[in-house]
Nanobody
Framework: QVQLVESGGGLVQPGGSLRLSCAAS????????MGWYRQAPGKQRELVAD???????NYADSVKGRFTISRDRGKNTVWLQMNSLTAEDTAVYYC?????????WGQGTQVAVSS
């Protein structure tokens, strides 16, 4: 089993920044692809960004140029730096880890953007 522990969510004003962190523990025997999803109230869960074990990144169009995903080289730890936040970024953010046959999810961390 793999456990994902997220941190860094909170309340921020429009235009502000937050940095989310996620660390994997448990049965992690190799470096996996990891990512961040989010789900806003009344909306479907969507991919925000992901990063492969080799460091290649992919972003949703809505966050390109504002968010940056990174990882600790050689570890299953991932961060999401979020800048220029808007109300549309308000959501629960989930960390994910792609194992061979299973996609693991964190418990989610709330991000609220409001003045």
């Amino acid at each position: 089993q793999v456990q994902l522990v997220e941190s860094g969510g909170g309340l921020v004003q429009p235009g502000g920044s937050l940095r989310l962190s996620c660390a994997a523990s448990g049965s992690v025997h190799r470096i996996y692809d990891m990512g961040w999803y989010r789900q806003a109230p009344g909306k479907q869960r969507e991919l925000v960004a992901d990063i492969t074990s080799g460091g290649s990144t992919n972003y949703a169009d809505s966050v390109k140029g504002r968010f940056t995903i990174s990882r600790d080289r050689g570890k299953n730890t991932v961060w999401l730096q979020m800048n220029s936040l808007t109300a549309e970024d308000t959501a629960v953010y989930y960390c994910t880890l792609d194992a061979v046959f299973t996609k693991y999810w964190g418990q989610g961390t709330q991000v609220a953007v409001s003045s």
